[in-house]
């Protein structure tokens, strides 16, 4: 703090100290105003000017600032550009204020604490992570939405925290001041992270802040009771709400365990290279924009989180497909029924503002019109025989009483802005009725006191009126002088008439001069009372929100398979996956007009069809034939209805993808290096029901290490000694057909052409039978490549396949034809057997290695290899 500042600025100076890591917004008079390098910052981000003022002493400090009532237009621009925004606002009345105002810090606004509507997306969860690491390199996270009221909580290492930040995409991260730098090493350093000291994170601490939050004397009602790690870090999250002056928050109402064993298991990785929610390209469809015909921003949400949480529980998948069935074959109750979900519109973020007593009255009144639409859903799903949506009927609650009070106290069309009055409806307060007929009904009021006097005392020319001196007057003439009451106070004398006043005009005075400030307070607090009043309703709305939102996701999905030719699958607990004549459920939809997508059928299981070695030329659809056995698979088990003809999935518990090609420079990783930590992720996690997608393992490094090394995965799981896992292995290797010939689950398919006239038609169906064709220069020359570039590379092409190259099939074809080849992939790298083997590399010819044996060689494959 600098000498001889002026008093504002040490009153500034004292609040920026207090959050030093936000920008803060200083309310004067009638602006917001910031300083020093916030209002460098600010006048960057917003586009405002940037001045200077005085701070005394001849000093000068920057300045920038903006109308206070235009803050939710900035406010937005300052979170989404990821700062933390103070509100400091005044707390006083300026005019009342003896000296400098009296102000405070009324908000702390952050990426992932907010419920400002311009901030928030609405078919998106704002979610505050929380992490906390354990010496054991387990963890524990949790993941709140202050602005739906959304609070869960898991645990895992560290792999399955960074699977469930890709889900949640949190925009926020509290942790310990000492797991920072762990933190960003883990997980990057693009979210905004704050950092609390280590008491936050401990037991102790985390059990008495959600005890007391959630008033209970244990967590065994959340079924959470044992995860130490999850319990600690949602106890730091709830901390940073406090912290962020967010104290009203009675809409969190339970902690929810996210049960890993329910779910999907879809690695960051596979969310990526999918496509699920994001798009590697900006411009991209992805296949919630297929999927989201949702009519409520809630039921967008939720379609994200079953997205990305798809189930392995055959009942309840099957719940879904047969809600998804009545809504196609019933359209009349479908329609009814997306009728109200519109009307219902986000009713979950609206509950949430009345929790904490931030609803504006219009807001309070879309409460209203969505509980009565509430009610007429119940009605509709009565109507049908669906088991399930019976069960949903039973489990909304009209709320039949508060929406009777909702509409009672407040008026039919309430603005946004309470300041502007008209909210409170005739007859709710006596008091309040009176006064608006007085402020708005003064003539009249008058008038009627003018007869009544006038009558009553028989002075015919009796005249009321008002001046600043003395206020409202009765005028008498002096002819009627002897008429007056004794009652009346003489207040003035004029040459031809005396002016007076009495009780019902003073009483009526000090009413109306004071009438629209009186009304405002008045409609404050019953608006008031009505909030309080509500947040006993608080669980059983959001009961009906998520309950709500899950019909509306179901809607959506049977809109999209009505529109998109979708078919119900058949869910069963064998190890087969068989679809007929599926279709990628994005790519479908992005083809040139009049362009019909080639569909094609995809069988795996673990005994006689595991792995698929799918060869094929480059923008034939191999990869495409890969993401949407995938796709399908997904869209089955969340709930949705496929894009095939017929689709029976045996229950799939993870789904793995390596695709495309990518690096991390930031981190000293190539693209290899990236490809080959996909690729030991995968291997060291599968299980029986696995699928695995692999697209073109190996081509990072040379020819033979991308063999080998293709030639050994593939191998690995075809023999590994518990999981049959099923893969799809699409690869530029054509050498790779040769395993077909000795791993009796390993068969070959391709992606066909047709050569015409010295050109190539891409067919994309997938034909039985390997191929040993690329089309690589083909497809150079389609894309323009200089003409004597492509005619030398083909002679070159032609002269290495006539090369020592050309060996490498033979080779190949051989060391997978001996009698007894060693099998490497399950020993452990020190193991007696493998530096025996090691040794004798050494003194053998590379011709005759096998691939396992040629794989020993490479240390970048030892990650793989267990």
């Excluded at 803060?24 to 000017?49: H, M, N, P, Q, W």
């Excluded at 792999?159 to 949640?168: E, G, T, W």
């Excluded at 009505?562 to 068989?578: C, E, G, K, L």
């Excluded at 799809?728 to 077909?740: D, G, I, R, S």
């Amino acid at each position: 703090m600098e000498k001889n500042e002026t008093p504002l600025m040490k009153q500034y100076n004292m609040f920026k100290a207090k959050y030093p890591d936000a920008l803060l917004l200083f309310r004067v008079g009638d602006f917001y105003e910031t300083f020093g390098k916030d209002a460098v910052r600010a006048s960057k981000i917003l586009g405002i000017v940037l001045t200077r003022r005085s701070n005394g002493a001849a000093s000068e400090v920057e300045l920038a600032g903006f109308p206070y009532h235009a803050l939710d237009t900035y406010l937005p621009k300052l979170v989404r550009a990821g700062h933390k925004v103070a509100i400091c606002d005044q707390l006083e009345d300026p005019k009342l204020a003896k000296t400098i105002v009296k102000r405070g810090v009324t908000e702390l606004v952050t990426p992932g604490v907010s419920y400002n509507d311009q901030i928030l997306e609405t078919r998106k969860n704002n979610f505050l992570a929380s992490v906390h690491f354990s010496a054991q390199n387990l963890g524990g996270v949790a993941f709140l939405d202050i602005s739906t009221g959304e609070f869960y909580v898991a645990q895992g290492d560290i792999a399955y925290i960074d699977k469930l930040f890709q889900s949640f995409s949190p925009s926020e991260v509290v942790l310990e001041k000492n797991k920072l730098q762990q933190f960003k090493s883990e997980f990057g350093d693009k979210i905004l992270c704050t950092t609390f000291e280590d008491w936050v994170f401990t037991p102790e601490f985390s059990s008495d802040i959600l005890l007391k939050h959630f008033q209970t004397t244990s967590f065994k009602g959340f079924g959470i009771e044992n995860m130490k790690e999850g319990l600690i870090a949602a106890g730091a999250a709830m901390h940073y709400l406090f912290e962020t002056q967010h104290h009203h928050v009675s809409h969190i109402t339970k902690l929810s365990r996210i049960e890993e064993e329910n779910y999907v298991w879809l690695d960051k990785f596979t969310i990526r290279n999918l496509e699920l929610i994001d798009s590697l390209n900006e411009s991209a469809v992805t296949l919630f924009d297929i999927m989201d015909k949702s009519i409520s921003p809630m039921g967008s949400r939720m379609l994200r989180k079953w997205l990305l949480l798809p189930l392995k529980d055959k009942n309840l998948i099957e719940e879904r497909h047969d809600i998804v069935s009545s809504f196609i074959d019933n359209q009349a109750l479908t329609q009814s029924l997306s009728e109200q979900i519109k009307i219902i519109g986000d009713l979950e973020r609206l509950i949430s503002k009345v929790a904490v007593l931030r609803a504006n009255p219009r807001e309070l009144m879309q409460v209203k019109k969505a509980l009565y639409a509430v009610s007429e859903i119940k009605k509709i799903l009565s109507q049908s025989e669906n088991q399930s949506l019976r069960k949903i009927k039973s489990q909304l609650n009209d709320a039949e009483h508060i929406r009777g009070r909702i509409k009672k106290v407040l008026v039919q069309d309430p603005p946004a802005n309470f300041q502007k009055g008209g909210v409170i409806a005739k007859g709710v307060d006596n008091e309040l009725d009176e006064l608006r007929q007085i402020a708005f009904s003064g003539k009249d009021y008058l008038t009627s006191i003018e007869n009544n006097e006038a009558l009553r005392t028989g002075i015919s020319s009796l005249k009321i009126g008002f001046n600043a001196v003395f206020g409202y007057y009765l005028e008498v003439t002096n002819v009627h002088k002897h008429k007056v009451p004794k009652n009346w106070i003489r207040k003035q004398t004029l040459t031809n008439a005396e002016r007076y006043i009495t009780e019902e005009l003073k009483e009526y005075e000090a009413k109306i001069l004071g009438a629209e400030e009186k009304i405002l307070a008045i409609e404050q607090r019953i608006f008031n009372e009505l909030l309080t009043s509500m947040l006993e309703w608080i669980q059983p709305i959001q009961l009906n929100a998520q309950l709500v939102a899950k019909l509306d996701v179901l809607y959506s999905f049977s809109v999209t398979a009505t529109a998109y030719n979708y078919i119900r699958p058949q869910i069963n607990t064998s190890y087969a996956i068989d679809i007929q004549n599926g279709r990628h459920p994005v790519i479908e939809h992005r083809l040139p007009a009049g362009e019909k997508y080639i569909a094609n059928s995809m069988y795996l299981d673990n005994e006689k069809q595991q792995i698929l070695m799918i060869t094929g030329p480059n923008m034939s659809g191999k990869s495409a034939l890969l993401r949407q056995t995938a796709l399908i698979v997904l869209l089955a088990q969340m709930g949705s209805f496929v894009p095939a003809e017929a689709a029976s999935i045996g229950l799939v518990d993870k789904i793995f993808t390596r695709v495309g090609a990518s690096d991390n420079i930031s981190s000293g990783e190539s693209t290899f290096m990236v490809e080959m930590n996909e690729t030991a992720s995968i291997l060291n996690n599968i299980s029986s029901r696995s699928l695995i997608l692999l697209d073109e393992i190996g081509r990072g490094t040379s020819t033979y290490d991308g063999v080998s090394i293709a030639w050994a995965i593939a191998e690995f799981l075809h023999e590994h000694p518990q999981y049959k896992a099923k893969v799809l292995f699409a690869t530029h290797y054509h050498e790779l057909n040769q395993m077909a010939e000795t791993f009796k689950r390993i068969k070959n398919f391709h992606v066909s052409v047709k050569e015409i006239n010295n050109k190539v038609l891409f067919l994309r169906k997938l034909v039985q039978g390997g191929t040993e064709h690329s089309f690589g220069i083909h497809v150079a020359r389609m894309a323009g490549m200089p003409q004597e570039v492509v005619k030398r590379a083909d002679e070159i092409l032609q002269k290495l396949e006539k090369s020592e190259h050309g060996n490498l099939n033979r080779n190949l074809v051989s060391s997978a034809k001996k009698e007894n080849p060693v099998q490497l992939s399950f020993v452990t790298l020190d193991d007696p057997l493998l530096l025996q083997i090691k040794e004798d590399i050494l003194n053998t010819d590379i011709n005759t290695l096998t691939p396992v044996e040629a794989l020993m060689k490479l240390n970048e494959i030892k990650g793989l290899i267990k």
